[in-house]
């Protein structure tokens, strides 16, 4: 499953480490010319799953949802498909019979009367039943969903509570998929950022007011990425329309809040920005 070179077609999803917002978008963008529609064809680069090109030929895929970073493509036949893109997967969406500008390796391919969902350079991808989905050993240890309509701000401070994660860095509870599903490296220093919390505060050691600030900026934070396409700066004095962030990736230049340098570390082996004034 090589492609050739045809240019002029649109990526959906790509990038190092896409977090849920991404993810969901992408998802949102597959769904538009899989769901309803009949699989005309369907193939796999991995030979274990090659038996369900078969199985999914014919098929309508009823729903395109997301699980923090992964994708789950649902059939009508009680299959679903699950990727994860990981660090190098991308998702492509081409009309029927072209293919993208890409010398990456094609791991999945759907295609219906007019379109086609390419899936690249993943590896992490399966054909689940509902009792496999169910205990499957990813998606059953993901907590609730940062992107879920129905995640209210007390089930984040409650989470915070729990024995499991409240005596933990911040830093590390935020990478933390079995805490929130979803999120990754932005959205953690913008989440801290925005509640005003260093990155080594732990949540037994903050106030409730401090825990009910993080949970409200938790959602609120997430959904602006998802809405502006991983953007979390808003504008403002200052502000360049090319900025994209309130810390991330800013070290050493001045806070949009103080003024101060804004710092990089590494916490939990991942990079990290923060203002020292501003998050305490």
Not at 32 to 59: D, M, W, Y
Not at 103 to 121: F, I, P
Not at 208 to 215: C, H, P
Request: aromatic content about 8%; charged content about 25%.
């Amino acid at each position: 499953m090589k492609s050739s070179i045809v240019p002029g077609v649109a990526v959906v999803c790509g990038g190092p480490m896409p977090e849920g917002p991404e993810i969901r978008r992408a998802a949102d963008r597959i769904a538009n010319v899989l769901v309803g529609h009949s699989i005309k064809k369907a193939c796999f680069a991995f030979p274990e799953l090659q038996p369900f090109e078969e199985r999914l030929t014919g098929s309508v895929v009823e729903a395109v949802d997301t699980r923090g970073k992964a994708m789950l493509t649902r059939f009508d036949n009680e299959l679903t498909l699950y990727s994860h893109n990981q660090l190098y997967g991308r998702w492509f969406i081409v009309k029927r019979g072209e293919l993208p500008d890409t010398r990456r390796s094609l791991r999945v391919a759907l295609h219906t009367n007019s379109h086609s969902a390419l899936l690249y350079s993943a590896s992490d991808i399966s054909v689940l039943t509902p009792g496999q989905v169910q205990l499957h050993p990813f998606l059953s240890r993901l907590g609730p969903d940062v992107l879920d309509e129905g995640l209210a701000t007390d089930v984040i401070t409650q989470r915070l509570d729990q024995q499991r994660f409240m005596r933990r860095s911040l830093a590390a509870l935020y990478l933390d998929q079995s805490f929130l599903a979803g999120l990754g490296n932005y959205l953690r220093s913008e989440i801290l950022f925005g509640a005003g919390l260093h990155p080594s505060r732990r949540p037994v050691d903050i106030e409730l007011e401090g825990k009910s600030r993080l949970a409200q900026e938790t959602i609120r934070m997430c959904r602006r990425s998802y809405r502006t396409g991983g953007r979390t700066l808003t504008q403002g004095p200052g502000r360049k329309k090319t900025e994209r962030f309130w810390v991330f990736a800013r070290a050493s230049k001045p806070c949009f809040a103080c003024g101060t340098g804004i710092q990089r570390k590494n916490f939990s082996g991942r990079r990290l920005y923060f203002c020292p004034v501003c998050q305490v």
